[in-house]
């Protein structure tokens, strides 16, 4: 069965950069391309980025109950489709999720054993500094998104893993060794030790001096 890594972080903690790192390094996690109603940015592409839909067909999706998890962040839809467990399960892959807090909330609910990784940026001047830079947003998303990253701090003890984002180079170290860490914890090489065990199960080793 497929590992599932939920990465969250408040907007301009550099959560998006560290993933695609990390899946660059890693060829076997895949990921989880979401489904958003927002327009998109830049360089951005369908399939990519995200699965860019209509708020019509995203709602209908949501009736069809397409999704592992679904939130509205800044008036726009954004969702996790069902497949993507198949999907990573298919190629023998771990998954990795770049999704917002309320969205991985739902997640760690309808998944327990899925391991959660929260970014941030070191204070609170960084990461304004940071999405200022994105020149993205209006002021007023700024300090929307200032104040919304206050809130979502505070409920950083729901998340296995905390990661401070001072330097790109060191934290995506730091993530891949999270990711490695969780594939040789005890419960989830029970499949690879059952074989090892057979084989002393039926072997007599005889004790030297007997």
Known sequence: MSLVFIVSAPSGSGKSTLVRRLLELDPRLRFSVSYTTRQRRGLEKDGENYHYISRTEFEQRI????????????ENYYGTHCSCLDHAAQAGADLVLDID??????????????????????????????????????????????????????????????????????????????????????????????????????????????
């Open 101 to 210: 807090v309320q969205g991985a909330r739902q997640l760690q609910e309808r998944i327990p054993d899925a391991v959660s990784i929260f970014i941030l940026a070191p204070s609170r001047e960084i990461l304004e500094r940071r999405l200022r830079a994105r020149s993205e947003d209006s002021e007023q998303v700024i300090q929307r998104r200032l104040r919304e990253a206050a809130e979502e701090i505070r409920n950083f003890d729901r998340y296995d893993y905390i990661l401070v984002n001072r330097e790109v180079d060191d934290s995506v170290k730091r993530l891949q060794a999270i990711v490695d860490a969780e594939r040789i914890r005890t419960r989830r090489v029970k499949e690879q030790i059952q074989p090892i065990l057979a084989t002393f199960q039926n072997a007599l080793v005889p004790v030297r001096g007997e």
């Open 63 to 74: 009736a069809n109950n397409e999704f592992l998890e679904w939130a509205q962040v800044f």
